[in-house]
């Protein structure tokens, strides 16, 4: 493909050579081959691609992308260095942003094809994007999925080191969905893909923001929570409809003025009802009634009650989408049972009732913003009750098995809020006992260990102090940082003073051991932090670590036990 159709949606100064020149790829990390290639530099945290560019010269790259606020003693370097190798050398004003609409070019625009949803927002990206997948998938509609459980192109799933990958492999997926017959795909978008111009010049059909809470802030991340909240709202400029979460202040604060069409949703926190071994919703006479056996979900004209928790400011949209009459039941699994009620401005309201395979209100608000983006694409409300009722997502809320009448369940909150959040929602089931198995990640804010030990210390009966992805540092001085910040908490000292209120096991597979050995009837096991993932991440080693399999390999350990 010529150099100068990849840069014909690009500003650029041509410093040397010609763009009428045939390339064979695009590349952007240094040690790729670079023979017939385009070498975008791109400047990083840690490294700067502008400081091998000499060295992707002389390994045969035809042309090479350099960013306008380089110094002038290295563009003449450079300049001098590309006349030598008889190099195009292309001048930008941001090569994270040349890289994106150059990737599109190169891939044809694979983006117009498919109807892309954009999901973003501190917690439940993934939830969210799986559940709208196998909404969609079930509607008949071949979605591919780009995120933190990997990707799907349509027949295969891989792996990604992101959540949202680089702009140029964003497109390479993009085109691979296309043309594997893929009709829509669902992208997770994280600050730092927004940030990076990882999506720069894409349109999303729907964007989705699901919270706003502090995070990913410190070096090489986000300078403040402003910062953050900005770059997640830079979505919501690059969408034709918005679904946001209008329980949320932070949310509606990033979003104010934004410039798409924009719907919130809200879950109703206030009609929570207590858990039962087995109810479902049917409709009855035009009222919603309790009932022993499930149905499928059924559309009614009928005007149900529509109280909105946060009300909107001046100018802002009304809460459109909202989940009310909420139960929760634990058999034979948990669950929760809620209503859905659609009020769009001048048109009666329709009401749905839904069984969702995943505890919690959180993931009910989750669950909400996927069937919005469902219904918008035409998704019929019976489609949606069968696709709500056997999702199970990979890490997320997942129930691995049941131990002596108590429930094992995995999940990946890593950080306080949402630690917090799914210890509160498993509350409400009102365990025997709430035994929650966590750690902390190395090399991140140490803020998180103090957000972690409160949730936990708070929200728990029992803990398990152990070892998350220690990365560079000693996973027992992580340890020690959590258990300094539980004995500093005033209002729990009537829990630590309680013998076994928390144990410190540094080995990850004899802390799983030691929760399961515990479990009773009525209790609830938290194993929190690593979720999907299938790796310990110690002394810069990625370790095999698939929960699933140890918490397998450890109940069929202690049956073969007892039966010995």
């Not at 040690?31 to 017939?36: F, I, N, Q, W």
């Not at 290295?74 to 590309?82: I, R």
Request: aromatic share 8%.
């Amino acid at each position: 493909m010529l150099l100068a159709w990849l840069l014909k949606n690009i500003v650029y100064r041509l410093l040397c050579g010609t763009v009428e020149i045939p390339v064979r790829d695009i590349i952007y990390d240094s040690r790729k081959d670079a023979e017939g290639c385009v070498f975008v530099c791109l400047k990083g945290y840690y490294s700067d691609g502008h400081d091998f560019a000499a060295d992707v010269m002389s390994r045969g790259a035809r042309a090479v992308v350099i960013r306008e606020s380089l110094s002038p003693e290295k563009k003449s370097a450079l300049w001098e260095l590309a006349r030598d190798h008889g190099v195009c050398l292309v001048c930008v004003k941001d090569t994270r942003t040349a890289l994106s609409e150059m990737s599109r070019a190169l891939f044809e625009y694979p983006e117009k094809k498919l109807t892309l949803i954009g999901v973003t927002g501190t917690k439940g990206k993934t939830t969210v994007a799986a559940i709208l997948k196998h909404i969609l998938e079930r509607a008949g509609i071949r979605t591919g999925l780009i995120g933190t459980l990997g990707i799907f192109d349509g027949k295969h799933y891989f792996s990604s080191d992101n959540t949202t990958p680089e702009s140029y492999l964003v497109q390479k997926y993009l085109r691979m969905m296309a043309d594997q017959g893929c009709k829509a795909a669902v992208m997770e978008v994280s600050s730092q893909a927004l940030m990076c111009g990882r999506v720069s010049g894409v349109f999303f059909d729907y964007a989705v923001m699901t919270n706003i809470s502090p995070d990913h802030i410190g070096p090489g991340e986000h300078h403040s929570f402003e910062d953050y909240m900005y770059w997640k709202s830079r979505l919501f400029s690059q969408c034709q409809i918005g679904i946001a979460n209008g329980a949320d202040a932070h949310v509606l604060r990033a979003l104010t003025g934004c410039s798409c069409h924009l719907e919130l949703f809200a879950v109703r926190e206030d009609c929570i009802q207590e858990p039962s071994a087995g109810v479902c919703i049917q409709e009855e006479s035009g009222r919603a009634v309790m009932t022993p056996e499930p149905v499928g979900a059924v559309m009614t004209p009928e005007p149900a009650e529509h109280i909105i928790s946060v009300e909107p400011a001046a100018g802002r949209a009304p809460v459109e989408w909202e989940a009310c009459a909420l139960k929760t039941v634990l058999e034979p699994e948990p669950g929760i049972y809620f209503k859905i009620v659609r009020t769009s401005a001048g048109s009666s309201k329709e009401t749905a009732p839904l069984f969702l395979s995943l505890p919690g209100t959180f993931n009910v608000s989750n669950a909400l913003a996927a069937v919005a983006v469902a219904r918008h694409m035409g998704v019929p409300y019976e489609i949606i009750a069968a696709a709500l009722k056997d999702i199970h997502i990979c890490g997320r809320c997942e129930l691995l098995c049941m131990v002596n009448g108590g429930y094992f369940i995995l999940d990946y909150a890593h950080n306080g809020k949402a630690l917090e959040s799914v210890l509160k929602m498993l509350r409400q089931y009102h365990p025997a006992r709430l035994i929650c198995i966590f750690g902390c990640g190395g090399n991140r804010s140490r803020l998180r260990r103090s957000a972690m030990a409160q949730a936990a210390a708070r929200g728990a009966d029992r803990l398990i102090i152990t070892t998350d992805n220690p990365r560079y540092e000693v996973p027992a001085e992580i340890m020690r940082d959590i258990e300094k910040e539980i004995l500093k908490l005033k209002d729990i000292r009537i829990k630590t003073a309680k013998p076994g209120f928390y144990t410190m096991i540094e080995d990850r597979r004899e802390a799983i051991r030691k929760g399961i050995s515990m479990m009773q009837k009525g209790d609830i096991v938290l194993l929190a932090g690593k979720g999907h993932e299938t790796y310990q991440e110690i002394a810069g080693k990625k370790l095999p670590f698939d929960e699933h399999k140890i918490v397998r390999e450890e109940i069929a350990r202690q049956k073969r036990a007892a039966e010995d």
